[in-house]
């Protein structure tokens, strides 16, 4: 990717302050340790069992490699968050045996120094503040799901940041064009073009949210993250992430984007639709070893039946297995 934007006029690396540059360093030194992984679900309901597989496979990946992995709070579009969610998702993992490491980090904590990227961007002229509609906008606060490409209206424009109607603009990012690589650790590596299959994503709505891809790629760096799994609804999401990073100065994590889920019509799982969490499965009679089991076969690590825990998984799956099994 060209680290300048052809048509942007001045465009520098963004200026970020010392506390910044040394909090990215310190997650450069992080990552020199060895493999780091997250888990990191948005408290917007109780984690379905597509989430709770997602969370055992990063947790495996991360145990057979000796690694560290951190549970994420991916909380900053509050009102999407239910009461009681982040402390169900941590019942849920520890009664599973997932265990993480480190204090649990919470995306809400971190809006200050989001903020401050943010305006490094801004003040470096990799923003511009664009007015479209609120329907052209609908893909920012979801990670998920196919989100049209921005078709660059008021990149052209002059900026003005100021409100009109009593309305602020969204603050997008302008993104230089060429293509946007990342490494994948059970595909293809992935590869999209920035101008016709990313475009200029919104950062910061009009409304003041900070958006979920820039939190993502400074955390991903801040916490020195070496390794990503998540489900593959959010490998188009990648590509606006790693192009923050780019422009950050900063090298991607690799990234293993894992099947999901699917019910019965082959429709993938979701909070929304009420899929079935832990306690369905309780009340269903499941004790922990039989949902690892369950979760486990559906993802080829061992045979349909089996019931062990968490750390016997560990024991009985080598690391090729799971690559295998995910490359499938
Ligand atoms: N919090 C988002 C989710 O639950 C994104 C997760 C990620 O980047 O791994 O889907």
Redesign the pocket.
Known sequence: MSATGPDSGAVSPPPLPLHVVEQFALGLQLRNQGYRG?????PTGPLHAG?LRTALLAWLGARLAGGVILLRI?DLDAPRNRPGAVEAIQADLAWLGLTWDGPVELQSRQRGLYATVLSGLRRGGWLYPCRCSRRMLADVSA??GASPIYPGTCRRQPPDWSARGGRLPSWRLRLPPGSIRWQERYAAPGCLDAATQVGDVVLRRADGFLA?HLA?AVDELRLGITE?V??V??WP?TGPQVALMGLLGMAPPAYGHVPLLCDGRGQRLSKRDGAEGLEGMRRRGLDAPAVIGLLAAGAGLVPAGSRLSATELLQEVRPQSLAQALQA
């Open positions: 997250r888990f990191a679900p948005s989430n991916d990670p998920h979920y993502t990503v998540r489900g609804d959010l999401a």
